[in-house]
């Protein structure tokens, strides 16, 4: 008899996968993700996935000067103060990261900015960043109107900022609109910290549809910008065993608002030197030193640094990858008429 009730149950389960499979997959991808306490991710698929119908020339009729006027204003901010250049690629993958490209990071206005949300709060500093987007929309909504999002503005201005800082051109698709909202606190509280594991790393990276070798490629942005001490003073206990590391903790010790150089060989020059370090055991950050005990990321870490050509075509790839990365919303929003 419980036999026969379990084949009951069986056919059942059948017969509505057949005639309501809505029914069984009307689980939000958002809710198909979470980072328990243990801090280790659980997923069934990613959370964020790569969206479709972005086109570099997406632009190109509406408004044909868009990437002059990006440029122009770009390459004067980084002349003027260069930490631009890292400032704009960090917020960029924290735009990008919790819920898609929407410029949902730039919304400074509400209580619950993502601006003041814990993983972004150093980035409360640069502020700047937003206002600089927002001079750049002005100037490109007077040239062609409204035609062009932040999100756009954005993508192109870290294109720009890269190249400005020594890195190599690469594909910019484009075609986002801007969100409506702040991302929720729940999806930028996914945004990997400087603490994580290597493993806790891939599993961050695998929920918002990046793999190892994006991980590497992208953490090769620390050629550029400066960390504060308390990013990486998780380290210092092991200082005793480890020069480099010393040397840090003495520096932070003698100022602790010190902002240290991700890249300590040529932090303004955007570069492969970040790899090079690694291998010489002058990572910074525990996250960088992490890709060194994993033998996939490990051995991207050893081609980047014999190849510097090589990472600039990764980079391009995975930034272009990065930058067509959408939430469970998919691309809807709007042309924001003021970025922030």
């Keep these: 008899m419980a036999c026969s009730r379990a ?72 002349q003027g103060d260069i930490t631009i250049a890292a400032d704009l690629l960090r917020m960029f993958f924290h735009d990008c990261f919790p819920q898609g490209c929407d410029a949902s990071i730039l919304l400074l206005g509400t209580p619950w900015s993502e601006m003041r949300m814990p993983p972004n709060l150093s980035l409360d500093i640069r502020r700047k960043v937003a206002f600089l987007m927002e001079d750049i929309r002005a100037k490109v909504h007077e040239a062609c109107g409204p035609t062009v999002s932040c999100a756009d503005i954005m993508a192109l201005a870290t294109h720009d900022a890269v190249v400005a800082s020594g890195g190599k051109p690469y594909h910019v698709p484009l075609g986002r609109l801007d969100s409506f909202e702040p991302a929720p606190l729940r999806f930028v509280e996914e945004l990997p910290p400087p603490t994580f594991s290597i493993d806790q790393l891939i599993a961050a990276f695998r929920s918002r549809s990046l793999d190892e070798k994006d991980l590497v490629v992208l953490s090769g942005a620390h050629t550029i910008g400066k960390a504060r001490c308390a990013t990486f003073s998780d380290r210092f206990p092991n200082s005793d065993s480890d020069d480099f590391v010393r040397r840090l903790q003495d520096n932070c010790t003698t100022d602790v608002n010190r902002r240290q150089d991700l890249d300590v060989t040529t932090p303004e020059k955007f570069d492969n030197k970040y790899y090079i370090n690694l291998k010489q055991g002058k990572g910074v950050l525990t996250s960088d030193v992490q890709l060194l005990l994993n033998k996939t990321t490990r051995g991207y870490v050893n081609d980047f640094a014999d190849n510097e050509w090589w990472f600039w075509n990764q980079f391009g790839s995975s930034m272009s990858k990065m930058g067509m990365l959408q939430g469970p919303q998919g691309n809807v929003g709007r042309i924001r008429q003021q970025c922030y």
């Design 7 to 78: 084949m009951v149950a069986m056919i059942g389960l059948v017969v509505a996968a057949l005639l309501f499979p809505a029914a069984l997959s009307s689980t939000r991808p958002d809710q198909l993700i979470s980072m328990t306490t243990d801090g280790q991710y659980h997923s069934t698929r990613p959370v964020v996935t790569i969206a479709d119908g972005l086109t570099a020339d997406y632009h190109d009729v509406s408004c044909p000067d868009l990437r002059g006027i990006v440029r122009t204003a770009v390459v004067e901010a980084v």
